[in-house]
């Protein structure tokens, strides 16, 4: 595992085929192993985007659409959604056929980094639970600034580690023990939710990444924790 997450190429091939492998049960597991929880997640972080309605924003990594459709409805604005794994994109295709947002919410396939578009073409950029699994992340965040208009926002939501012993001691033994074993119940890959705490401990912590982000012509850069921080909402502002 920790070769295939140091070599960019192959955890790329590795990440799509996961997702594609797992797709037809990934909104159930999101749901059922986060106890309802990342519901929650999407719309506190989405609620921290300031953007006008009919707003044009691009979700990477949007797998099946949950970010995207969140954004749509509490910002009304229009949202292309990209992502590498073809049958996420297809399930997601098919949630904006039934809820009737096909004219809002389109679905493209594409690589995060290297972003299917010309420099500043949206108003916002959003990432749910997808930048840690990028082959190359620093790559990623240049892109999405690339495509940012200036004055434009970045948001990002991804998981990291609590901050307290106590919890941090829980969070280990659910999401290295427990979360794995369910994973692999539901999904019927033995791998997929074993890569998901690998990758997690793999990911730089809140400040850090916060840094990463500045580095990539945001400011000012904001971080929120969510749930002692298991998961982290990041905010930055394209200069
Ligand atoms: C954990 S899922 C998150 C999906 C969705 N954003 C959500 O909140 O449910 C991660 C997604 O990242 C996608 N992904 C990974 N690497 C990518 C890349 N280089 N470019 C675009 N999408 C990528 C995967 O295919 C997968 O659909």
Redesign the pocket.
Known sequence: MQQVLANGNKR?QY??KM?NDIAHRYDLL?HLLSGGTDIYW?RKAISKLNISPDSLVLD?????G??AFTTQKLKKSNVIG????TK?LSLGKQKAIDKKKSDKIHFLA????NIPFADKSFDAVTV???VR???DVKKNLNEMSRVIKPGGELIILEFSTPKLKIIKKLYRVYFHKILPGIGKLISKDKEAYTYLPVSVDYFPVRREFARWIEDEDFYPVNFWRLFNGIAVIYKGIKK
Request: proline share 0%; aromatic share 10%.
């Open positions: 790329k990440v799509q997702f999101n999407r990477i990594a949007c797998g099946t949950d970010f990209l992502d590498i794994a996420m594409g690589d995060g980094e749910a639970f997808g699994n990028m082959g």
